[in-house]
């Protein structure tokens, strides 16, 4: 009873609030009803390889899109829980530039729901990593947050260092496909110390977007060369063109 009492008070101080908006919601971490509304969450048909959402209603694991027809994925198979547009574009902007770092929790239970039942148990999770000076300026790896929290959400073990991007590239932003492949090629492998653990073993990348892919294939390129299992990936949002 009294920390109910407690929990109570501390509610009545701080109110919970809507992850995007900041408007009241009735409980922590949570979507007030408009946001809601404007989460545009992936389900039915989706392509297998890079998650985006295909046109139909039920669900199937064979489906891919023409992108991924024409220029299959090294990744065995990849999901996303939210489309990058509406709330899903600003709860990924607010973890990776607003530092809302407690929008990890939440957008991790997503992420377990897009990727349930197609993980093995002895999957590792490892998150896509940024160079040692961006993350000096960031202070925190975005998703390095989500790739602990989804361990936390799934159960599976994770890595956060291992891999390493040892050459700073540019921003992505703005750059066409063909670009965005080049700025990003030979920019990640794994960490020395640590690549013994993902020697025939299946892993889990986690990213927080997925646009053309090109940062996810440079990391999975860098797990397929040290030997590892199957890769599947998972990101917070999914950036679809408008049609």
């Not at 929290?149 to 891999?163: F, K, Q, V, Y």
Request: charged fraction near 20%; charge should be positive.
């Amino acid at each position: 009873m009294p920390q109910q009492r407690f929990q109570t008070a501390v509610s009545l101080i701080y109110p919970p609030r809507c992850l995007t908006c900041g408007g009241t919601v009735e409980s922590d971490f949570g979507l007030c009803g408009s946001c809601w509304r404007d989460a545009h969450f992936i389900g039915g048909t989706i392509c297998n390889g890079c998650g985006v959402p295909l046109p139909g209603s039920d669900t199937n694991e064979e489906a891919h899109c023409d992108a991924c027809l024409m220029a299959p994925r090294l990744w065995v198979q990849g999901r996303a829980a939210l489309t990058y547009k509406g709330s899903g574009r600003k709860l990924v902007l607010g973890l990776k530039h607003g530092d809302r770092q407690e929008i990890a929790g939440p957008a991790a239970r997503w992420m377990a729901q897009a990727i349930k039942g197609l993980l093995p148990e002895n999957a590792l999770i490892v998150p896509i990593p940024l160079h040692w000076m961006r993350l000096l300026k960031r202070r925190y790896n975005q998703s390095a947050l989500l790739a602990k929290a989804l361990a936390r959400e799934t159960g599976l073990a994770w890595s956060p260092d291992l891999l390493i991007r040892y050459r700073r590239t540019t921003s992505l932003d703005g750059l066409g496909r063909e670009e965005r492949y080049a700025a990003v090629d030979n920019a990640i492998k794994a960490h020395p110390k640590r690549r013994h653990q993902i020697i025939g073993r299946p892993v889990l990348l986690v990213d927080d977007v997925m646009t053309s892919g090109a940062t996810l294939t440079a990391a999975t390129q860098a797990l397929l060369r040290e030997g590892s299992g199957p890769v599947r990936v998972v990101t917070l949002a999914r950036a679809i063109k408008d049609t």
